[in-house]
């Protein structure tokens, strides 16, 4: 931890202000007590080491504290701390918030509202997360989680590529909603070592984990408050994110045969077989990213087939739907059923507006339909912004 009252009951918070050399001094005059349980505590100063707080190795208090805090969670927080103070917030390092019994990183008053901030480093379980922020919400504070930048989006200096998210990760991926039916998604990290926010957004689905993302950099002199958000993707980000997208669907669709060895329980790979498609000739109003798609963790070929498959079943066209077949269809997969529901409405629009005859997968059209379907996307989204 990094602050401690004095004997005095003085509140210290170590920043990068006070020397080294100076807290070995002091700590020869001074003790230090934790704020929460007022045991005494430990001010440890090494060179390599972040001046820290720490308890003694029998204490009680742990559970409540974050003791082991590693050195990038110290810095991060510093460093954080160190920006709020610069923009002339009042600012509460590790403060403790009696009525709920939790202690934020950071807690920033703006526009008189106290707002807790959270750097995540390390991964903790997902139920832990939902816990804090129920603490929060119930005494009306909405946190900020910012999670540490992942090695590769770090050492990455492209604008868009591809990054598979764990489920943790994901759980971080926030809404920012527009007046638009698209809402614009990102992910706030902050990279210590560099000092610098890494911002993903834009997020695109592609299969499982894996996303097609934009990606920007900012480097933390140059952050406000509220925290900026990326800019509106340009032509060519949105061109990356369509290659990405294009050359995620050629491997799937390529890797899928393989599936064949071990059967035909394959449910895209029957359906194919029935279609007398073969997956690598799917023609391209298939495998399309239309709003809402990650509401499917299988690739967006996978789903848009199988429903294709299923109004088919009925002899009927996407003008002629009518919605409990849609219903049942998203039964068949894991996942929120709401929001699946609203990705096949919307595909479904989308093949309307193709004028899409769903029963002539060997028409083929030279036009490839992702480019023109991304664009759509963000930019109706950020014009209205
Ligand atoms: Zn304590």
Same mark, same amino acid.
């Given at each position: ?40 505590? $430990?001010?440890?100063? *090494? ?9 003694? &190795? ?9 003791? *082991?805090?590693?050195?990038?969670? $110290? ?25 709920? &019994? ?10 008189? &509202? ?20 129920? *603490?929060?919400? @119930? ?38 909603? @527009? ?36 990606? @920007? ?27 990405? =997208? ?46 809402? &798609? ?10 848009? /087939? $199988? $429903? ?15 919605? @409990? ?33 769903? =029963? ?5 059209? *030279?036009?490839?339909?992702? /480019? ?6 963000? /930019? ?6």
């Amino acid at each position: 931890m990094l602050t401690a009252l004095t004997s005095q009951g003085k509140q210290v918070v170590l920043t990068r202000q006070t020397s080294l050399d100076s807290l070995r001094e002091w700590r020869k005059t001074e003790t230090f007590h934790c704020p929460q349980c007022k045991e005494q505590v $430990l001010l440890k100063v *090494g060179d390599i080491i972040i001046p820290h707080f720490a308890h003694h &190795q029998q204490t009680n208090c742990r559970d409540s504290f974050s003791e *082991g805090e590693s050195p990038t969670h $110290l810095l991060g927080k510093i460093q954080l701390y160190e920006l709020f103070s610069q923009l002339q917030l009042q600012t509460e390092m590790e403060p403790y918030l009696p009525d709920i &019994q939790q202690r934020p990183d950071l807690l920033v008053t703006w526009q008189n &509202q106290q707002v807790p901030i959270e750097f995540q480093c390390s991964t903790i379980p997902i139920a832990l997360i939902l816990e804090r922020n129920a *603490g929060y919400h @119930s005494i009306n504070m909405q946190p900020i989680w910012i999670l540490l930048t992942p090695p590769k989006i770090q050492d990455s200096s492209a604008c868009v590529l591809t990054h598979r998210f764990s489920q943790f990760q994901q759980h971080f991926i926030r809404p920012i909603h @527009s007046s638009t039916k698209e809402t614009l998604t990102i992910l706030l990290t902050y990279n210590p070592q560099k000092q610098q926010f890494h911002y993903v957004s834009h997020f695109i689905h592609l299969r499982g984990t894996s996303f097609a993302i934009c990606h @920007s950099v900012m480097r933390i002199k140059h952050q406000t408050i509220p925290f900026a958000i990326p800019a509106a993707p340009s032509t060519t980000d949105i061109e990356g994110l369509t290659r990405h =997208y294009q050359s995620a669907r050629r491997k799937y669709l390529r890797s899928v045969i393989g599936y064949n060895q071990r059967g035909i329980h394959h449910r895209f790979l029957r359906a194919c077989y029935e279609m007398r498609v073969q997956p690598i000739q799917l023609p391209a109003w298939i495998g399309v990213p239309t709003f809402r &798609q990650e509401a499917f963790s299988e690739s967006d070929c996978e789903w848009q /087939l $199988l $429903l294709v498959a299923a109004i088919r079943q009925t002899r009927r066209t996407p003008f002629q739907l009518d919605r @409990s077949l849609i219903r049942t269809f998203v039964k068949t997969f894991e996942g929120d059923s709401t929001l699946q529901l609203e990705a096949c409405e919307h595909y479904m629009d989308f093949l309307r507006e193709q004028r899409i005859d769903i =029963y002539r997968l060997d028409i083929f059209i *030279g036009r490839d339909f992702t /480019l023109e379907v991304l664009s759509g996307r963000f /930019l109706a989204m950020h014009a209205r912004n």
